[in-house]
């Protein structure tokens, strides 16, 4: 049990590739039940700091502690990639991994059963309880009504969402979203906002993200970043006052 607000303490993490420094001491701290931004031009080391989180990369310097709910602390630098997914740190990637043979349905199965091994998923028919979860999860992401049909039939907007969907319905304490409005439209960005801001209620949500719109629709905290260092951590309406943060990047009009 813990009375930290943290549930994830970034400290001074460093990364350097081949002399190359792509993050140099970032300390930042992620809040409970909150939308925190990560934003910046490219090249800024946004995804480097989610590979970092997610241990798909190994930071030259620094440490990453994660407070879950309820539960011990832990320091997730040194852990293996497999164990921090089964910690409860879940990430959507960039380009959209759904089975586009299955239905919407059969997708959320798969991901539901994904923690307990193949052999569970191939032969272990979901419990009434899994459904139940599966359902409160699809109506959140607006897809309950294309429960039966083949993902591959989604517009992309969608896809995105079921991606979302299949990573809550393994209840993490954390979801990374790597630009996950990237090729919408802006109907389905403020969809994908909406839906943000209603996951937040059980978990934390980590964003990448350029879409201005989005950002100030949905951050509660918004960190940005500049050649891999942080530039300013505030709130939005601090970020955009910021002169420094108008002539880096949103003079540029972000990279959107
Ligand atoms: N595996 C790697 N090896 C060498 N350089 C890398 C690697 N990954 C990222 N970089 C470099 O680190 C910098 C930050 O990249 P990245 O984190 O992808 O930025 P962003 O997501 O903000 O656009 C870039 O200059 C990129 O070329
Ligand atoms: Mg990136």
Redesign the pocket.
């Known amino acids: 049990m813990t009375s930290n607000e943290n549930v994830l303490e970034i400290k001074n993490i460093s990364v350097c590739f081949d002399g190359f420094y792509a993050l140099t001491d970032i300390r930042t701290n992620v809040k409970r039940n909150t939308i925190h931004f990560y934003i910046g031009p490219n090249g800024a080391g ?2 480097t700091l989610l590979d970092i989180i997610c241990a798909k990369t190994k930071p030259t310097s620094g440490n990453i502690m994660y407070y879950p709910k309820d539960k011990e602390a832990k320091r997730l630098t040194g852990m293996k990639e497999y164990k921090i997914v089964r910690e409860g740190i879940g990430r959507k990637f960039q380009v959209p991994s759904v089975f586009v043979n299955l239905t919407v349905l059969d997708n959320m199965i798969l991901s539901i059963k994904g923690h307990k091994g193949i052999i569970d998923s191939i032969f272990k028919k979901p419990s009434k309880k899994d459904l139940e979860d599966i359902d409160k999860v699809l109506k959140k992401v607006g897809l309950i009504d294309k429960k039966d049909e083949c993902a591959g039939s989604l517009a992309h907007g969608q896809k995105q969402w079921l991606e979302i969907g299949m990573q809550l319905v393994q209840k993490p304490e954390i979801i990374m979203l ?2 996950p409005a990237a090729g919408m439209g802006k109907p389905e960005t403020f969809r994908t906002g909406e839906i943000s801001k209603e996951i937040k209620k059980e978990c934390t949500v980590i964003v ?1 993200e350029h879409d201005m719109d989005f950002v100030k629709q949905a951050a509660d905290i918004v960190t940005v970043l500049h050649e891999g260092k942080i530039l300013m951590e505030g709130d939005i309406n601090d970020v955009l006052a910021d002169k420094t943060v108008q002539a880096v990047y949103l003079g540029r009009g972000g990279e959107g």
């Open positions: 946004k995804t790597d630009e990448i």
